[in-house]
C-alpha cells in the first residue's frame, strides 16, 4: 500500500458463506492528496478477492459495488480499481461495471518441487 494511502475499517467488506466462513473479501482505500492533484482524495477498490469454492457466483460484483459505493460518500471524481492475478471471467466482471484497463503487468512464475 503506497505511504499517501489511508486504510479505514469501515472500508473493508466480507462476504460470508451461508455456513459463515468467508467467500470474498474488498478493500476500499482512500489516497492523500499528492502535490500536482487536485483536492479531491484519490479512491481505489483494491484487489477484490473470492475464495475458489465461490467463485462460480462472481461475488466480485457486489463486493466491488460496495467499495465504489462507500468511496462515493467522500464525495465524486474518478474511482480506480488494483487487482493482480485474476482470469480473463474476472477482468470482464471489471469491465461490466465500467472499468477500463489501463495498465497490464504480466510476471511468471515457475515452481519447482
Known amino acids: 500500500m503506497p505511504l499517501n494511502t ?3 475499517a469501515a472500508g473493508i467488506f466480507i462476504a460470508f458463506a451461508p455456513g459463515g466462513g468467508v467467500a470474498g473479501v474488498c478493500k476500499a482505500l482512500l489516497g492523500a492528496e499528492t502535490e500536482g492533484q487536485s483536492e479531491e ?3 481505489i477498490v483494491d484487489s477484490p ?3 475458489p469454492e465461490h467463485r462460480d457466483q462472481k461475488l466480485q ?3 466491488t459495488l460496495k467499495a465504489m459505493h462507500w468511496l462515493r460518500t467522500y464525495g465524486p471524481g474518478p474511482i ?3 487487482t ?3 482470469k480473463e471471467e474476472t ?3 471489471y469491465r461490466e461495471l465500467g472499468f ?3 495498465e497490464h503487468y504480466k510476471e511468471y512464475r515457475r515452481d519447482l518441487n
Open 61 to 63: 460484483h457486489p463486493l
Open 80 to 82: 480506480e480499481l488494483h
Open 100 to 102: 477500463v484497463l489501463e
Open 91 to 93: 477482468v470482464e466482471i
Open 41 to 43: 482524495l484519490g479512491k
Open 6 to 8: 489511508l486504510l479505514h
Open 84 to 86: 493482480y492475478g485474476d
Open 49 to 51: 478477492g473470492v475464495v
